[in-house]
Nanobody, 121 residues
Framework: QVQLVESGGGLVQAGGSLRLSCVAS????????MAWYHQAPGKQRELVAS???????NYADSVKGRFTISRDNTKNTIYLQMNSLEAGDTAIYYC???????????????WGQGTQVTVAS
């Protein structure tokens, strides 16, 4: 059993910043790749940024240069620093993690509950 708890969403003006956090807890033997997704009204959930266990990041083209994903493996936590926010960033942001709960067992994926980010222009 693994839980992901997100925080940091809110209402900001265009050009502003937010920092999202996601803390994983439960039966964690090893955390593999983690990621942030977002989903805007009427659209599918999309990958925003991902990060490997070693800390190598990847970003969607739309956020590259504006967002930074990071992780603290000692705290089972990932972050998404969101700068220069635009109206198009308005969405629910979800944390995703691939977690292995025991040796020689496959990893399962888990989702956070989502946190609303609203950017006002």
């Amino acid at each position: 059993q693994v839980q992901l708890v997100e925080s940091g969403g809110g209402l900001v003006q265009a050009g502003g910043s937010l920092r999202l956090s996601c803390v994983a807890s439960g039966n964690i033997f090893h955390m593999h790749d983690m990621a942030w997704y977002h989903q805007a009204p009427g659209k599918q959930r999309e990958l925003v940024a991902s990060i490997t266990a070693a800390g190598s990041p990847n970003y969607a083209d739309s956020v590259k240069g504006r967002f930074t994903i990071s992780r603290d493996n000692t705290k089972n936590t990932i972050y998404l620093q969101m700068n220069s926010l635009e109206a198009g960033d308005t969405a629910i942001y979800y944390c995703n993690a691939a977690v292995q709960s025991a040796p020689f067992r496959p990893a399962n994926t888990y989702w956070g509950q989502g946190t609303q980010v609203t950017v006002a222009s």
